[in-house]
């Protein structure tokens, strides 16, 4: 392996701890998306590496959008408030319903609908 391809790899490990996002990360970097998929498949260990980057970023991004969920709580958004009520405390968790749909030609499939007002009767 080369110099060049040693920094390259590290680059992009870097940036993927920075912003989850193997796109940016690869044009930061300024690796082709066709070379660092190479990599991935010739390499278990960068493949492993970049995965266990991606997700440390992942957690930094989560780590900052709720800090400024938790700021706009204190800024008194209601909105915010109860969106971590229903996110994060049994008391005011809105369960959602899955109903099996199908589409034209296509095999049914489950999906998940938030119902607004009075529940459906369940009759029909």
């Not at 070379?35 to 278990?44: E, F, I, K, S, V």
């Not at 971590?84 to 968790?93: D, P, Q, T, V």
Request: net charge positive; glycine share 4%; hydrophobic share 35%.
């Amino acid at each position: 392996m080369s110099t060049k391809q040693i920094r390259a790899k590290k680059k992009i490990l870097e940036q993927l701890e920075k912003i989850p996002i193997i796109e940016i990360a690869l044009q930061k970097a300024s690796v082709p998306r066709s070379t660092y998929y190479r990599w991935a498949n010739d390499d278990p260990d960068f493949k492993e590496a970049a995965e266990e980057a991606q997700e440390k970023g992942y957690l930094a991004i989560n780590d900052v959008a709720e800090s400024k969920l938790i700021q706009k709580i204190k800024d008194g958004d209601w909105k915010a408030t109860a969106y971590w009520l229903e996110s994060n405390h049994k008391r005011y968790f809105k369960p959602r319903r899955p109903i099996v749909i199908g589409l034209g030609d296509k095999a049914p499939r489950p999906v998940l609908v938030e119902f607004v007002g009075k529940e459906p009767d369940d009759n029909r």
